[in-house]
C-alpha cells in the first residue's frame, strides 16, 4: 500500500489543553475510545476538551480485523463507572457527551443495563445536557436495545462499518442484516430518538456496495451517517486497500444529502463522533 497521503495528516495535540484532558480521565479512571481505537483526531477532540467515553472496561468480546481495541480477558463492570463519568463531564464543562463501549457479548444484556445506568445518571444531574451513544448489536437482543432506547438519549448510533461482502473479511463475528435492524430497531421503539450510523471506506468496497448501504440505512430511516478512511492501526491488521480522496467523500456526502439523511460527516479524518455535536447547533 502507497504511504498516507498529505490529506491525512491530523491535527498535532496541543500539549496544554490535551494533557490536562488526559490527566482527568487517568485521575477518574476512565477509557475512552480516542485513545482505545488510536483515533486520529485526539488531538483536535481533546484541544477542544471533548472525548468519547468507553464504558464497560478496555477489552472486548469480539475481534474485528479493523479496530484497535483490545480482545482479552473481559474485566468486571466498575461500579462508580457513571460517578467518574458525571465528574469527568462537569470538570470538561460539556454540553454534548458521547458514551460508547466494547462489545460485552458475555453479560446478559450485553451491557445495555449500564448504558442505561450512565444516560439516567447524567441527564438527573446535569440540566440541557444532550447525550449521544454508540451501541453494539447486543446480539440482536430486542430488549436490550429497548432498554437503551427507553433511558432517552438524543441520539443511539451503531456503526455498519462496511459493506456486506466484506464483513466475513474484516468483521466475522457480526451479521450485516443484525446491525441494520439495530438501526431499524431505534426508529421503531424510540421514534423521538435520533439514529445514527457510520462507515469506513478503503478495505475494499466499490462505490455502488456504499452506495447500496446507505440506501439500506435511509430504507430503515437512519438520520445521521459519518463516513471516514479506514486507517490500519498496526501491521496485525486488514490492510488498508485504498486511499479515498476527499473530493470522493464530498460526492458521498452529496449523494446522502439527496437521500433523505439529515446530517452528514463525511471526510478522510472522520470518525463515529467527530464534531457530533453539530447537528445540535
Known sequence: MERKPKWLKASPLTVSKGMKVNKILKDLNL???????????????????????????????????????????????DPV?????????????????????????DLIDGGAGQFSLVIKFLKNNIKNITIEVLIPDF?????????????????????IETVPRLYDL??????????????????TYGKNILSKSGIMLGLGENED????????????????????????????HFPVKEYVKPEVFDKYKEYGIKLGFKHIESGPLVRSSYYADKIFE
Do not use: W
Open 209 to 236: 456496495e456504499l452506495i447500496r448501504v446507505m440506501e439500506d440505512l435511509r430504507y430503515v430511516s437512519c438520520d445521521i451517517l459519518t463516513i471516514g478512511q479506514y486507517l490500519q492501526p498496526t501491521k496485525k
Open 170 to 187: 474484516v468483521r466475522s463475528e457480526s451479521e450485516y442484516k443484525r446491525s441494520i435492524e439495530v438501526i431499524k430497531g431505534i426508529k
Open 139 to 159: 446480539q440482536g437482543k430486542v430488549d436490550c436495545l429497548r432498554k437503551v432506547i427507553l433511558a432517552s438519549p438524543q441520539i443511539i448510533g451503531h456503526n
Open 31 to 77: 477509557n475512552t475510545v480516542c485513545n482505545e481505537a488510536n483515533c486520529p483526531n485526539i488531538g483536535e477532540c481533546f484541544s477542544r476538551k471533548t472525548a468519547t467515553f468507553m464504558i464497560l472496561g478496555r477489552i472486548c468480546s469480539r475481534n474485528c480485523k479493523f479496530c484497535n481495541v483490545i480482545n482479552g480477558n473481559l474485566e468486571k463492570i
Open 81 to 105: 463507572e457513571h460517578i467518574n463519568i458525571l465528574e469527568a463531564v462537569k470538570k470538561l464543562n460539556l454540553k454534548h457527551v458521547v458514551i460508547t463501549s466494547v462489545t460485552r457479548d
